[in-house]
């Protein structure tokens, strides 16, 4: 695993990168697909915020945040979140088959959406937008439960995927009640 850690407003020491490190081996040590660890140690006023981002090869992230008024108690209490999320994300695997993807059909991809609106067909020409941020996410077919599974263990508000039921794209967002929201094209 490759630990990339970066330090701002404050110095990082030898001592600090060293604790970082070992805490790390402890989710290492549950999760072996961690390829990658970014970390970032900060100081703003008097809170000391550790942020840890892990990276696997099929595309999974987990990030996570602490913040305390000591940096190593934020390093173990971020680590210890980090241990949390991915000792769940192993639990839920297990609980899951893996689904072989169909073939998919056609091009869905248009210039002109055409939708009809109380028995009138309307066309709407795409207008290009101003993109500032670009990500690309391995796209492999999900259900919706392991869609929502991958959304809790990160800090994202939304999760664009391809449902292995229907081979259409969803979006599984969180509400404001802990609870989560599917929006599923209707043709």
Known sequence: ???????RHMDLTDGLRDHVERALEKVTSHFDRV?????VLSVEKHRHI????????NGLRIHSSESTDDMY????????????????YKDRLTRFHARTP???????????????ENGSSTAVELRPHRVVVRKQLPMRPMTADE?????????????AF?????LRMNVIYKRHDHTF?????QF
């Open 73 to 88: 108690s934020s390093v173990d209490a971020v680590v210890e979140k980090l241990d949390r999320q991915a000792r769940r």
């Open 162 to 166: 391809q449902n292995a039921d229907t």
């Open 35 to 39: 390829t990658d660890a970014d970390v």
């Open 1 to 7: 695993m490759q630990v990339s850690v970066a330090a």
């Open 181 to 185: 929201g599917l929006i599923e094209p």
């Open 102 to 116: 169909e073939p998919s059909t056609g091009d869905y991809h248009h210039d002109i959406i055409e939708f009809e």
């Open 147 to 159: 869609a929502a599974m991958l959304l809790d263990l990160g800090d994202d508000e939304f999760l």
């Open 50 to 57: 550790a942020e840890i981002t892990l990276k696997a090869p």
